[in-house]
């Protein structure tokens, strides 16, 4: 009678975790294969920062700092919306316009019709989100190419614009907590608390996957890198909130003006709210999905006229903010509030962020990267005395310089197989 040996099996296997070195030999690669990601942007701001610090010394003062953030804030955060549009390979060529329709209904109803302040920021949201589901609707179930439906939205709201400001009139917007959005300022205490608690929550997120992957045999990325993170973010928003919280007023006598301004911790906010819907809900699966590949996404059982409508709901939301921060800023809105250059600059932040105009790559991440790269080419050409001209030629080189850098890795990345 023979006997037959019973091997126990014991726990999975645990996938060993790769080493520093072999890790940023594997981004090294993935760079090579054309997954670039947003270092073009980064690459941009650090040249461009240090090339205005260097011909004017005033750039890197805690004044101009602090409204590098303002400055560029409607922008940013219209391009956080269009993200989501461009990741399915569509255009909104209305958002700027959408955001001034949605400021000047704000002004009318805080101003003109004497309501409170919430009230107005609830109809010029409402608005927002009305606005993109009528162009979602238009191009998921018409069928119109987003191109036309945002382009006749571009004339139609620049119309709309006009009539609800009387044919040319401005209201001023008074109320102080919308004025308090883009030009007041946290005290330097509370400052310090909410960086404590962005690189807290940060901390606990990556520990947490970090752990998670590992009790699940994944792969994981070396724990000196995590905590490599983890510090970095740590030593940049400290490093931001000391200078923010240096007296920027010129007579402190008079009023002292220090403290970060209230609208980054709303872009902050915004930015964590967007990543966490398109990198960890299945939505922003589905979204990524149907930006890669729409037949594919649908066979799969994706519902892509839903998704699509939700893109422009999204941007047109998106857009309503940035307009209540654009009133916010100007103390009042006009004829050309969202107009001018709002849009071109909004499309460029997304793309010169790392946003693929072909859809299926982008993060929100990459608008506030982008919006930016925009603020410091406006603010340091100004400081500079260079004519809007040369501002505009500039941006527009930089944003050709995005897509070409987008178009050549997307080539790269189909050539070596890594896409």
């Not at 014991?10 to 690669?29: C, D, E, K, L, Q």
């Not at 650090?46 to 750039?59: E, K």
Request: aromatic letters at 8%; hydrophobic letters at 55%.
């Amino acid at each position: 009678m023979t006997t037959t040996a019973v091997k126990k099996e014991g726990p999975a296997a645990v996938a060993p975790a790769p080493t520093v070195g072999s890790h940023f030999n594997n981004y090294w690669r993935r760079v090579r294969g054309g997954d670039i990601g947003a270092l073009p942007a980064v690459f941009m701001l650090f040249a461009l920062a240090v090339g205005f610090s260097i011909a004017r010394p005033t750039f890197f003062t805690a004044g101009n700092f602090a409204n590098l953030f303002t400055q560029g804030a409607a922008v940013t955060l219209i391009a956080m919306g269009l993200v989501f549009v461009l990741l399915l390979g569509e255009i909104d060529l209305s958002a700027g316009f959408a955001s001034g329709v949605c400021a000047a209904i704000l002004a009318n109803v805080v101003t003109e019709l004497g309501y409170p302040w919430y009230v107005a920021v609830l109809a010029a949201v409402l608005t927002g989100l009305v606005i993109g589901t009528g162009l979602g609707l238009l191009v998921a179930k018409v069928g119109i190419p987003s191109f036309v439906v945002t382009l006749a939205g571009f004339l139609a709201f620049q119309g709309i614009v006009l009539m609800l400001m009387k044919e040319g009139s401005n209201i001023s917007v008074r109320d102080d907590v919308l004025l308090a959005i883009a030009n007041r300022n946290l005290s330097p205490a509370l400052g310090w608390a909410l960086a404590g608690v962005a690189v807290a929550g940060y901390a606990a997120a990556q520990l947490l996957r970090h752990r998670n992957r590992a009790a699940r045999g994944l792969l994981t990325d070396p724990f000196a890198v995590v905590i490599a993170r983890i510090v970095g973010l740590a030593v940049i928003l400290g490093l931001a909130v000391y200078v923010l919280n240096l007296e920027r007023s010129r007579n402190v006598l008079v009023v002292s003006l220090k403290g970060v301004p209230i609208v980054v911790p709303i872009i902050a906010l915004l930015l964590v709210i967007w990543t966490f819907v398109l990198q960890r809900t299945s939505y922003g699966r589905h979204v990524y999905a149907v930006g890669g590949n729409a037949e594919a996404a649908r066979r799969a059982g994706i519902n892509v006229d839903r998704i699509r409508i939700s893109v422009f709901v999204i941007c047109s939301t998106m857009a309503a903010i940035g307009g209540i921060v654009a009133a916010s800023r100007a103390n009042s809105v006009d004829p050309n509030t969202g107009g001018s250059n709002v849009l071109l600059y909004a499309v460029g932040a997304a793309v010169i962020g790392g946003t693929s105009l072909f859809g299926g790559k982008g993060r929100v991440l990459d608008a506030v990267l982008g919006g930016a790269v925009v603020a410091v080419i406006d603010n340091g050409m100004g400081l500079m005395g260079y004519s809007s001209g040369v501002k505009y030629v500039v941006t527009g080189v930089v944003l050709l310089a995005a897509a070409t850098i987008d178009a050549l890795s997307r080539r790269r990345a189909a050539a070596t197989g890594t896409r």
